[in-house]
Antibody, heavy 118, light 108 residues
Framework: EVQLVQSGGGLIQPGGSLRLSCAASGFTVSSNFMSWVRQAPGKGLEWVSI???????YYADSVKGRFTISSDSSENTVYLQLSGLRAEDTAVYYC????????????WGQGTMVTVSS | SSELTQDPSVSVALGQTVRITCQGD??????ASWYQQKPGQAPVLVTY???KRPSGIPDRFSGSSSGNTASLTITGAQAEDEADYHC???????????FGGGTKLTVL
């Protein structure tokens, strides 16, 4: 079965760091682009980051310089390292798989909540 | 432009047809994808590319595009279609991904 299982998240103080994990099964993360998307409470979806071919990465302006996306083919897992966290980073974070040959995100993880608060 | 604009809310009578729209300059170059999201759940892809549907998505869902506007049409809306619908695409640079603000669909 093709699926993404997320872990990490929780309550973190402003300025702190956290790593989110997204373990893939049923496909290899190096075969598809992978993305992170977040959703603040009561708000819409906001794209965060994308990784192609486990190497090429791009970030939303709101997180550039603070978040880092990476991929480990041996673990078949994608990570999002969050640092310099701010209250406005509070959200449910989803990882998602890019559909082959398309721009769409066809498989989504279950989401993990990150709360930034003192 | 790096924005996609959606109406915040739309309603439809049970069994009728509804169109949800998404506007943005990048849609002149890139296809939109549409996602359905129910409360407390992860988004689900419903249409993408040139009117493509993932397996398991009912054929009452269809996508289309004209100029800077992409549309999701639900033909014969069902009660279970009540949800938030989000469009997304690339921005005009092609490097970033962007989402619309989402549309809350109410089935009356």
């Amino acid at each position: 079965e093709v699926q993404l299982v997320q872990s990490g998240g929780g309550l973190i103080q402003p300025g702190g760091s956290l790593r989110l994990s997204c373990a893939a099964s049923g496909f290899t993360v190096s075969s598809n682009f992978m993305s992170w998307v977040r959703q603040a409470p009561g708000k819409g979806l906001e794209w965060v980051s994308i990784i192609y071919n486990t190497i090429n990465t791009y970030y939303a302006d709101s997180v550039k310089g603070r978040f880092t996306i990476s991929s480990d083919s041996s673990e078949n897992t994608v990570y999002l390292q969050l640092s310099g966290l701010r209250a406005e980073d509070t959200a449910v974070y989803y990882c998602a798989r890019g559909a082959l040959g398309e721009d769409a995100l066809d498989i989504w993880g279950q989401g993990t909540m990150v709360t930034v608060s003192s | 432009s790096s924005e996609l604009t959606q109406d915040p809310s739309v309603s439809v009578a049970l069994g009728q047809t509804v169109r949800i729209t998404c506007q943005g300059d990048s849609l002149r170059t890139y296809y939109a994808s549409w996602y359905q999201q129910k409360p407390g759940q992860a988004p689900v892809l419903v249409t993408y590319g040139k009117n493509k549907r993932p397996s398991g998505i009912p054929d009452r869902f269809s996508g289309s595009s004209s100029g800077n506007t992409a549309s999701l049409t639900i033909t014969g809306a069902q009660a279970e279609d009540e949800a938030d619908y989000h469009c997304n695409s690339r921005d005009t640079t092609g490097k970033h991904v962007i989402f619309g603000g989402g549309t809350k669909l109410t089935v009356l």
